[in-house]
């Protein structure tokens, strides 16, 4: 396969950046000292092991997976915007969702040593026991 003409008025360079604009502030996917949840990741699986309950309809139909969410830890430490980019099923995400947004504030992210907001993806597992 030939390489693209790069003097083409067709080619469009792919770039990958480190950070997404939003409303004129910068969002982050990637920084030298990511948010961490307090306790760490192990604490962050517990909490949402204990909160989540898994929805009737979704056990009585056997649905088991992964709902993998997004959100963005805040210069502050606090969760907003969290979304679902993979669902499993609605009652699923929906619950998934409530869990992200009762979550208590984490230790922010860090870009040059200032609290900066960053994209956190995490998936939230629901499988019948």
Do not use: W
């Not at 990958?16 to 949840?37: C, G, I, T, W």
């Not at 962050?44 to 009585?60: D, E, F, S, T, V």
Request: with cysteine; aromatic share 8%.
């Amino acid at each position: 396969m030939p390489l693209p003409d790069i003097n083409s008025t067709n080619y469009t360079p792919i770039v990958h950046h480190k950070e997404v604009l939003s409303n004129d502030e910068r969002v982050f996917a990637v920084v030298e000292q990511m948010p961490q949840y307090p306790g760490g990741e192990t604490e962050l699986l517990n909490y949402i092991a204990r909160q989540i309950k898994y929805p009737g309809i979704a056990r009585r139909n056997g649905i088991q997976g992964k709902v993998i969410c997004r959100f963005i830890v805040t210069r502050t430490g606090r969760i907003e915007k969290p979304e679902v980019v993979r669902s499993l099923d609605p009652y699923c995400d929906k619950e998934a969702l409530r869990v992200l947004r009762s979550m208590p504030v984490f230790i922010p992210g860090k870009q040059n040593g200032v609290n900066v907001d960053v994209y956190y993806t995490l998936p939230v597992i629901f499988k019948i026991k």
